[in-house]
């Protein structure tokens, strides 16, 4: 039936009307045959395509008249061609495996809303829970807003209960459609009067929905639906498998790192295992040969001290008898150094105050340092107290400073401070420490600092950066020592040109809050002597025996003597009047003095026991501490020291008893 060219323009889709008039003009300028596609809406809104071959016709005069043709609706192959290009588009442009899911998501629904020409097209997430979409972003034709961000899907009718089941809405016009004419106006406002809605998910469980949202009513086709649902179950499996990419492209690298995390701290670990397992073995030698050097000292030092006493001051050889003791008492701090380090020297454990001591000797520290080093003390607020050997903390402080002096050859800064740490599992594990409450000694200076190399043997003994002839190697590791010993950890931080800092961490003393003695009283000179009491020496090295007898016995004291403790035990049994015991704790024989002393309370249980050792053993302590009645002489000491253990125990009112852990 005929139709007027105004009727024919008003039913082109507005998109494609100047491309219809471009071929008529030409047409009529050239004369070729009209041969076009294009979309037409119908008046019930759907969307056609309609193909149209027509002829120009020329009146008498030769002039163009009118265009003869027929139209062909080529809706179904049109569908078809464009169903199969979308496709293709999506497969090679958007489902790719470098792109995002939210991209994914975001250019599937732009060009399926592209292809069917709609208002909106998107993709969100449902919660069936709450009832809500969430929309990242979606695509927008000229005109419409977007919708990105969460929708109530209860604002806007019942029909989320068929999304909940999973069922695809379609609606032609929600004006007239049950379950959305009472929210009309809010689909309208969103520029969404016809839709199409498909939840998508496995196994039942919808977690996601693309949408096509249309600003007038339209008759949607049982081929764009068919396409929709396509498009948004490929939509969907293009979106998981990408997001399931990335999780497990983030486990592996997760896992990776963690990897490499559990390496560093096996290396780290395994490190710090060799360090502490070398530090032991080098320990144990040098604890060993401390022990049979403070032996021979022993006997050195205790034969000088006869040979003083039996020839008097004014004998012409007393000079080279005091260049002798001078010598042993060099060599017993080297050794001493060396049962520090090696955690094997004797203890004399007290509550120590650390801000009170470190101010007690602030004065010796200035004078070591020299006027050309500024010291700074920074004693931290309510320091908590500590359970130490105070001689032996200072001595470590003072090693410590000495060392900060040399590193500032020409002047500078040293800072002495102290702060409470409490280290938790991590920390604890960084400094190889058990987690608690510690005290931090920390002293610093900004001298010519250390490199790495030197920072991981800093600790070992004999190891030194000084000239021969200055320095023993021996400073830092009887720190280090010092502090294993006291149940706390050494550490060192240094940078070239920066300085040093040295930390003591020394676990905080929750007893009993009493103030250590000052570790440089003196004891008082011996007062009495002994009334023939008898007494039991028992040592393997006959030299040291013997000037400890022969002191014994000018001291006034019955003596008697064994080398080992199977000996001991005979003569133990066979004299009921022995008082005190004397004892090395290396004993020869598979019993050490220890054990010996043991034995020996139980034949006589009011026996007092001193024990003689080149080194701290752990056999002679019981849970830290020695019973009432036993005390602890380190190799190598003067006469007049064992003298006043000696009176001090045969004098002391204790009451001695067995301990019960014998």
């Not at 045959?33 to 193909?51: F, N, S, T």
């Not at 560093?264 to 395994?270: C, D, F, Q």
């Not at 604890?287 to 040979?307: K, P, T, V």
């Not at 039991?536 to 019955?558: I, N, P």
């Amino acid at each position: 039936m005929p139709f007027t060219y105004e009727e024919l323009q008003n039913a082109v889709h507005p998109d494609d009307l100047m491309r219809m008039r471009e071929a008529v003009a030409q047409t009529i300028a050239t004369g070729k045959d009209y041969r076009i596609e294009y979309r037409i809406l119908r008046p019930d809104g759907q969307l056609a395509w309609v193909r149209i071959l027509g002829r120009l016709e020329y009146d008498a005069a030769g002039r163009p008249s009118y265009i003869a043709g027929i139209s062909q609706e080529i809706t179904h192959a049109m569908l078809g061609r464009r169903r199969a290009e979308l496709l293709e588009l999506l497969d090679r442009e958007v489902y790719g495996p470098t792109r995002e899911p939210g991209d994914i998501a975001y250019h599937a629904a732009e060009a399926l809303g592209r292809a069917l020409d709609v208002s909106r097209a998107g993709y969100g997430l449902l919660d069936r829970n709450t009832q809500t979409i969430t929309i990242e972003r979606d695509w927008n034709a000229p005109g419409i807003s977007t919708l990105a961000g969460t929708l109530n899907c209860r604002d806007f009718g019942s029909y989320t209960k068929n999304l909940q089941r999973g069922d695809t809405v379609v609606l032609a016009d929600v004006r007239t459609d049950p379950r959305t004419r009472d929210h009309a106006d809010a689909f309208i406002a969103i520029h969404a009067q016809s839709l199409i809605n498909v939840p998508v998910g496995e196994d039942g469980n919808q977690v996601a929905m693309l949408y096509l949202h249309h600003a007038a009513p339209r008759h949607w086709t049982a081929e764009e639906l068919n396409l929709v649902r396509e498009v948004a179950h490929r939509t969907w499996h293009a979106v998981e498998r990408r997001r399931a990419e990335q999780n497990l492209h983030a486990l592996a690298n997760s896992l990776e790192q963690q990897v490499q995390e559990r390496t560093t701290a096996l290396m780290k670990s395994e490190a710090a295992l060799r360090q502490s397992q070398k530090m032991e073995a080098v320990g144990q030698l040098t604890g060993g040969l401390a022990h049979d050097f403070n032996n021979l000292l022993g006997a050195i030092s205790g034969s000088l001290e006869l040979l003083k006493r039996r020839f008097g001051e004014d004998s012409g050889a007393m000079r080279y008898v005091t260049v002798g003791q001078t010598a042993t008492k060099r060599a017993a701090a080297l050794t001493h150094r060396l049962l520090a380090f090696s955690r094997q020297q004797t203890l004399e454990p007290k509550v120590v105050k650390v801000n009170q001591l470190i101010s007690g000797f602030e004065d010796l520290v200035r004078r070591t340092i020299g006027p050309h080093v500024m010291l700074e003390v920074k004693c931290g607020i309510d320091v908590w107290p500590i359970h130490a050997d105070p001689s032996q903390l200072e001595n470590a402080l003072l090693n410590l400073c000495i060392n900060a002096r040399d590193a500032m050859s020409e002047g500078g800064k040293l800072v002495v401070e102290t702060a409470n740490r409490t280290l938790d599992e991590r920390a604890a594990g960084e400094e190889q420490m058990s987690p608690g409450q510690y005290v931090c000694i920390s002293v610093s200076d900004n001298g010519t600092g250390m490199t790495a190399d030197v920072v991981a043997r800093a600790f070992d003994p004999f190891f030194t950066t000084k000239p021969i002839g200055v320095g023993t190697g021996l400073g830092l590791s009887m720190v280090y020592g010092f502090a294993r010993q006291s149940g706390g950890q050494a550490r060192i931080h240094s940078e070239m040109g920066v300085g040093t800092t040295i930390r003591m961490f020394l676990p905080r003393y929750a007893g009993k809050d009493i103030l250590a003695e000052d570790a440089l009283d003196r004891a008082p000179a011996i007062s009495t002597v002994g009334l023939g009491e008898t007494i039991l020496v028992v040592d393997d090295e006959a030299s040291v025996r013997m000037f400890m007898v022969e002191m014994l016995q000018e001291l006034g004291y019955h003596v008697l003597e064994a080398e080992a403790g199977s000996s001991a035990i005979q003569v133990l049994q066979n004299n009921a009047s022995i008082a005190l015991l004397v004892t090395d704790v290396g004993l020869p024989g598979g019993m050490n003095g220890r054990q010996l002393a043991d034995a020996a309370r139980k034949i006589h249980p009011s026996m007092r026991v001193l024990f003689v050792t080149g080194y701290a053993e752990n056999a002679v302590l019981s849970h830290g501490q020695l019973p009432s009645g036993m005390q602890v002489l380190t190799k190598p000491f003067q006469l007049e020291v064992f003298g006043l253990k000696i009176q001090s125990l045969m004098n002391s009112t204790t009451n001695v008893h067995a301990d019960p852990a014998f």
